[in-house]
């Protein structure tokens, strides 16, 4: 242990209150006392309920499987032992919001036998003060040794109606708007709530995702959501709307099987996190702590990044990935493509690279993302081809040599691009020497992505193979010293503390849906309770023209947010991987506000949530990683937001210089998007800050240290 502080240790301990009421019930703490979890045996079924404060937040919930190749695991079961412990250190995220982590709960396992078909099971519990963490484990004891789940039935009983903020449960996509809805609307609520998006993969008038987030009406917050999702089928949650009890849907492989085990295994971490703070639940970092340290012994290598990229005119239109709009007739990788007529938008051409290249080094980018240098976009959508792309065969006019020796010259690096088309077998079949090239030519981090319907036809987006699929990749390409950024991937469970070359994710609707359809104004002050729990979103902020008729006369999409709120979102969106998403010519006419993204830091010493509500406002403030600078962003919804801010996070003996972008007094997301006004300010650790963020708007500050 790195870290135990007296008080600490004497608390765990305190905290271990761990009573039999009767020979088939425990009783646990948290550390400080303030979450108190049951678990019992109830008519041969295990139950487990959690209250907070002395409040009830999980009502007495039933745990059980039903298996597709024996006998079920919902009953017959009876408590063979129980057993506690204590466990409290401090570490180092390779990267991270804070640069200390404290890892402090009580434990209870439970052991259980199901005598009439010779079965084991234990459940093991985690009580940490912002939440609890449970799993279910099978022994390679008794007759369980393979086995196939056709659905894993934990519960989740609610103990009111309480307003959630949800979208809808799908097997292959998570791009949704949020609905912020009582529980008892989700039904009446899902046909809006599904319109907005194109692959829908429905299982339930009631299935929702996880992370869920709710608010309590005596005002507190639980979260729902998994960690450490290996080796195992995504888990939605299904809602009992006449009882407000949720429980575990998995995501089924092509036969409908929802997992396949060999004992000894587990399940991910079923969690539930619970404050009184919308702050403390932004704070939290539980599923970090649930997931394994490091697996890596050299880390030096993973590094964040902050990256410019031939991507925004392609997603808001007129260029286009492809060279050609010829289908070539041959096997792509055979075919020789200088014969074929260039249409004459293929973005990632030599002149267009050398000027974002040119762009990121003037600006002090680390990398330049390049979308549609390969071969193959000509015919990847929707056509269920299980070969498209190699990964290794650029396109006539991306000279893969020549430009990647001119970004190295300047400093910088290009990010490879591996868009998959979500066939699986055919990236398998290209991944190492698709890595390899990446190593030859100097790239040490790859955008991924899984568009369209997963191949081997009828497999979906989030169930148990394919998520062993995505740590391969990650796992691989550790290998080669290269991260990973993987989109339409299954949502992240915090496996980057064990992996931390997977730099982030997209698995949530991005900024590329504000060019095709425009976001709710209030997503961005969801995203941090829902989607990032599980870690760092591939959010693309930085958008400054918001207007996608000005990007292409063919474009209707329209970025619901002002430019000062585009800057805030690189604080509250929190990601070692940000990118710098408009264009060069878009930010020449903006380098004042550009050059918050520039000073911006992607890693941290230290992450403080000043103000914060689901679906209304956040407000972040972060100390970059080995420096005394400061920054803090604030992303509200379509009322706009006040804030009152105490910087006595602030050195006292320390007086600092604030720039302050802000919204300006007529700022409006729809109306109004890019007026925004700069101002210095002195301040210090008594100083207090009013500031408004317009509607749909928000405002951003860097806080640096005057000698
Ligand atoms: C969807 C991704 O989210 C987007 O960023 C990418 O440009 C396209 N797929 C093409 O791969
Ligand atoms: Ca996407």
Same mark, same amino acid.
């Given at each position: 242990?790195?870290?135990?502080?007296?008080?600490?240790?004497?608390?765990?301990?305190?905290?271990?209150?761990?009573?039999?009421?009767?020979?088939?019930?425990?009783?646990?703490?948290?550390?400080?006392?303030?979450?108190?979890?049951?678990?019992?045996?109830?008519d041969?079924?295990?139950?487990?309920?959690?209250?907070y404060?002395?409040?009830? @937040?999980?009502?007495p919930?039933?745990?059980?499987?039903e298996?597709?190749?024996? *006998?079920d695991?919902?009953d017959?079961?009876s %408590?063979?032992?129980?057993?506690?412990?204590?466990?409290?250190?401090?570490?180092?995220? @390779?990267w991270?919001?804070?640069?200390?982590i404290?890892?402090?709960y009580?434990?209870?396992?439970?052991k259980?036998?199901?005598?009439?078909?010779?079965?084991?099971?234990?459940?093991?519990f985690? @009580?940490y003060?912002?939440?609890?963490?449970?799993?279910?484990?099978?022994?390679?004891?008794?007759?369980?040794t393979?086995?196939i789940i056709k659905?894993?039935?934990?519960?989740?009983?609610?103990?009111?109606? !309480?307003?959630?903020?949800?979208?809808a449960?799908?097997y292959?996509?998570q791009?949704?708007d949020?609905?912020e809805?009582?529980?008892?609307?989700?039904?009446?609520?899902?046909?809006e709530a599904?319109?907005?998006?194109?692959?829908?993969?429905?299982?339930?008038?009631?299935?929702?995702?996880?992370?869920?987030?709710?608010?309590?009406?005596?005002?507190?917050?639980?979260?729902?959501h998994?960690?450490?999702?290996?080796?195992?089928?995504c888990? !939605?949650l299904?809602?009992?709307?006449?009882?407000?009890?949720?429980?575990?849907?998995?995501?089924?492989?092509?036969?409908?099987?929802?997992?396949?085990?060999?004992?000894?295994?587990?399940?991910?971490?079923?969690?539930?996190?619970?404050a009184?703070?919308?702050?403390?639940? %932004?704070?939290?970092?539980?599923?970090?702590?649930l997931?394994? *340290?490091?697996?890596?012994d050299?880390?030096?290598?993973?590094? *964040?990044v902050?990256?410019?990229?031939?991507?925004?005119?392609?997603?808001?239109?007129?260029?286009?990935?492809?060279?050609?709009?010829?289908?070539?007739?041959?096997?792509?990788?055979?075919h020789?493509?200088?014969a074929?007529?260039?249409?004459?938008?293929?973005?990632?051409n030599?002149?267009?690279?050398r000027?974002?290249?040119?762009?990121?080094?003037?600006?002090?980018?680390?990398?330049?993302?390049?979308?549609?240098?390969?071969?193959?976009?000509?015919?990847?959508?929707?056509?269920?081809?299980?070969?498209?792309?190699?990964f290794?065969?650029?396109?006539?006019d991306?000279?893969?040599?020549?430009?990647?020796?001119?970004?190295?010259?300047?400093?910088?690096k290009?990010?490879?691009?591996?868009?998959t088309?979500?066939?699986v077998?055919n990236?398998?079949?290209?991944?190492?020497?698709a890595?390899?090239?990446?190593?030859?030519?100097?790239?040490?981090?790859?955008?991924?992505?899984?568009?369209?319907?997963?191949?081997?036809?009828?497999?979906?987006?989030?169930s148990?193979?394919?998520n062993? !699929?995505?740590?391969?990749?990650?796992?691989?390409?550790?290998?080669h010293?290269i991260?990973?950024?993987a989109?339409?991937?299954?949502?992240?469970?915090?496996?980057?503390?064990?992996?931390?070359?997977?730099?982030?994710?997209e698995?949530a609707?991005?900024t590329e849906?504000?060019?095709?359809?425009?976001?709710?104004?209030f997503?961005?002050?969801?995203?941090?309770?829902t989607?990032?729990?599980?870690g *760092?979103?591939?959010y693309?902020?930085?958008?400054?023209d918001?207007?996608m008729k000005?990007?292409?006369?063919?474009g209707?999409?329209?970025v619901?947010?002002?430019i000062?709120r585009?800057?805030?979102?690189?604080?509250?969106?929190?990601?070692?991987?940000?990118?710098?998403a408009?264009?060069?010519?878009?930010y020449?006419?903006?380098?004042?506000?550009?050059?918050?993204?520039?000073?911006?830091?992607?890693?941290?010493?230290?992450s403080?949530?000043?103000?914060?509500?689901?679906?209304?406002?956040?407000?972040a403030?972060?100390?970059?990683?080995?420096?005394?600078?400061?920054?803090?962003?604030?992303?509200?919804?379509?009322?706009?937001?006040?804030?009152?801010?105490?910087?006595d996070?602030?050195?006292a003996?320390?007086?600092?210089?604030?720039?302050?972008y802000?919204?300006?007094?007529?700022?409006?997301?729809?109306?109004?998007?890019q007026?925004?006004?700069?101002?210095?300010?002195?301040?210090?650790?008594?100083?207090r800050l009013?500031?408004k963020?317009?509607?749909?708007g928000?405002?951003?500050?860097?806080?640096?240290p005057?000698?």
């Amino acid at each position: 242990m790195k870290y135990k502080s007296l008080s600490a240790m004497a608390l765990a301990i305190a905290g271990v209150s761990f009573a039999f009421s009767e020979a088939h019930a425990a009783q646990i703490s948290s550390p400080s006392g303030s979450i108190v979890l049951n678990a019992e045996v109830v008519d041969s079924i295990p139950v487990y309920s959690v209250n907070y404060k002395g409040k009830p @937040v999980i009502l007495p919930s039933k745990l059980g499987f039903e298996l597709a190749d024996g *006998p079920d695991m919902m009953d017959g079961f009876s %408590l063979i032992s129980t057993s506690t412990s204590s466990f409290d250190e401090t570490w180092n995220p @390779v990267w991270g919001e804070n640069k200390n982590i404290r890892n402090n709960y009580n434990e209870l396992l439970v052991k259980l036998d199901q005598p009439r078909c010779y079965r084991k099971m234990n459940l093991r519990f985690r @009580v940490y003060d912002d939440g609890i963490g449970f799993r279910y484990e099978f022994p390679q004891e008794g007759v369980l040794t393979y086995f196939i789940i056709k659905e894993e039935h934990s519960q989740f009983a609610m103990a009111g109606d !309480h307003t959630a903020w949800w979208i809808a449960g799908d097997y292959d996509t998570q791009e949704y708007d949020y609905t912020e809805s009582r529980l008892s609307e989700i039904r009446s609520k899902m046909s809006e709530a599904i319109c907005s998006n194109a692959s829908q993969t429905l299982f339930s008038p009631t299935g929702v995702q996880t992370s869920l987030q709710m608010k309590t009406d005596d005002g507190i917050y639980i979260n729902l959501h998994e960690a450490a999702l290996i080796d195992y089928s995504c888990m !939605h949650l299904n809602l009992d709307d006449k009882n407000m009890v949720f429980e575990s849907w998995l995501t089924p492989d092509a036969q409908g099987n929802k997992g396949h085990m060999q004992s000894p295994c587990h399940t991910p971490w079923r969690t539930v996190m619970i404050a009184d703070n919308a702050c403390d639940i %932004l704070a939290s970092n539980l599923i970090l702590n649930l997931n394994e *340290p490091c697996a890596y012994d050299d880390t030096s290598w993973i590094k *964040p990044v902050k990256y410019v990229g031939v991507w925004w005119e392609m997603i808001a239109g007129p260029q286009e990935w492809s060279y050609t709009s010829d289908v070539p007739s041959v096997k792509l990788n055979k075919h020789d493509y200088t014969a074929l007529k260039p249409h004459g938008k293929h973005a990632a051409n030599n002149a267009n690279v050398r000027k974002y290249i040119d762009f990121a080094a003037e600006h002090g980018f680390d990398q330049v993302l390049v979308e549609g240098w390969n071969i193959g976009w000509e015919d990847w959508f929707g056509h269920s081809k299980d070969y498209v792309f190699d990964f290794q065969t650029p396109y006539p006019d991306f000279d893969v040599d020549a430009l990647n020796s001119y970004a190295n010259s300047k400093g910088v690096k290009l990010m490879m691009h591996h868009e998959t088309s979500a066939s699986v077998r055919n990236y398998e079949r290209h991944m190492d020497a698709a890595y390899k090239f990446m190593e030859k030519h100097g790239y040490n981090a790859v955008k991924s992505g899984y568009v369209g319907n997963m191949l081997p036809r009828g497999e979906h987006h989030y169930s148990q193979w394919i998520n062993n !699929h995505y740590l391969y990749a990650v796992t691989e390409a550790a290998k080669h010293k290269i991260m990973v950024n993987a989109h339409e991937a299954v949502r992240p469970t915090g496996l980057c503390r064990t992996y931390p070359n997977l730099i982030g994710n997209e698995s949530a609707r991005g900024t590329e849906y504000e060019a095709f359809a425009g976001n709710k104004p209030f997503h961005t002050t969801v995203l941090p309770f829902t989607r990032l729990q599980g870690g *760092p979103m591939d959010y693309t902020p930085g958008i400054f023209d918001m207007d996608m008729k000005e990007v292409n006369p063919d474009g209707n999409g329209h970025v619901n947010s002002t430019i000062a709120r585009q800057l805030g979102l690189y604080v509250t969106m929190y990601s070692p991987l940000q990118m710098a998403a408009d264009v060069p010519e878009v930010y020449n006419r903006f380098m004042d506000a550009f050059q918050f993204i520039k000073d911006v830091a992607v890693d941290w010493d230290e992450s403080k949530y000043l103000e914060a509500e689901p679906g209304r406002y956040i407000v972040a403030a972060r100390k970059a990683k080995g420096k005394n600078d400061w920054f803090i962003g604030c992303t509200a919804n379509e009322d706009g937001h006040s804030s009152d801010l105490k910087l006595d996070f602030l050195d006292a003996d320390k007086k600092y210089e604030a720039t302050i972008y802000a919204d300006a007094d007529d700022a409006h997301y729809a109306t109004n998007p890019q007026a925004y006004k700069i101002t210095k300010k002195k301040v210090n650790s008594k100083t207090r800050l009013k500031l408004k963020a317009a509607p749909g708007g928000g405002y951003a500050i860097s806080i640096k240290p005057i000698n």
